[in-house]
């Protein structure tokens, strides 16, 4: 079936720092690929999103590329604040029997962002 | 447009009462998904409706939950009796039928604790 793995936390950087958080995935066909967030005491968010092979996302100053030869979708961002401490998800969405799309998530990355 | 709505937000039971979750999607969203997520990991698909027809329950522990979605909108998630490992959170998602390019929009979820 469909998994994703990305890379355990907690994550701790200083404010500006770069930032990459690793994640790969198993599944059949050409699924999309997602990274949520979860900020303290909030809801899963839509964080960026890449439907096919060599797309990029971008929000926020993160930005992911799907990668399909290495099957990765690996978040970036340049500069972080610390407002970005946060969980972060990375999820790939696969078709099910019956129709629609299943979102299959990994196990959640927590970024802790430093002054 | 209105968000995904959830209630209630937090519930504390003893284990083997009985809990039921509401869920209200974003208005015309035609699919519906329950998620579990236990502290420290990814959200776990516990079902997924189209309209008011089951798609997938697949990991759905059907001895104890179940959820219905009566004429294709709200919908309520019901564990009887609950148990110290259902202790989570619950999130409601809903998305449009059709888009090739769909995307799940949560809501904030009820965090159940059971003692």
């Known amino acids: 079936g469909d998994s994703v793995t990305q890379m355990e936390g907690p994550v701790t950087l200083s404010e500006e720092a770069f930032l990459t958080i690793n994640c790969t995935y198993t599944?059949?066909?050409?699924?999309?690929l997602f990274w949520y967030v979860q900020y303290p005491g909030e809801g899963l968010q839509l964080l960026l999103k890449a439907t096919k092979a060599d797309d990029k996302g971008s929000n926020k100053g993160f930005e992911a590329t799907y990668r399909k030869e290495t099957t990765s979708f690996h978040l970036e961002k340049g500069s972080v604040q610390v407002s970005d401490s946060a969980v972060y998800f990375c999820a790939l969405s696969g078709m099910v029997t019956g129709g629609g799309n299943k979102l299959t998530f990994g196990t959640g990355t927590q970024l802790k962002v430093e002054l | 447009e209105a968000g995904v709505a959830q209630s209630p937000r937090y519930k504390i039971i003893e284990k083997r009462q009985s809990v039921a979750f509401w869920c209200n999607p974003i208005?015309?969203?035609?699919?519906l998904y329950w998620y579990q997520q236990i502290l420290g990991q990814g959200p776990k698909l516990l079902i997924q409706?189209?309209?008011?027809?089951?798609?997938?329950d697949s990991q759905l522990p059907k001895d104890r939950f179940s959820a219905e979605r009566l004429k294709g909108v709200d919908s309520t998630l019901k564990i009887q009796p609950a148990k110290l490992e259902d202790s989570a959170v619950y999130l409601c998602?809903?998305?449009?039928?059709?888009?090739?390019?769909?995307?799940?929009?949560f809501g904030p979820g009820t965090r159940l604790l059971v003692l």
């Open positions: 409706f189209q309209n008011n027809g089951v798609v997938d």
């Open positions: 599944a059949t066909g050409y699924p999309s």
């Open positions: 998602a809903s998305t449009r039928w059709g888009d090739s390019q769909e995307t799940q929009y």
């Open positions: 208005s015309g969203h035609a699919t």
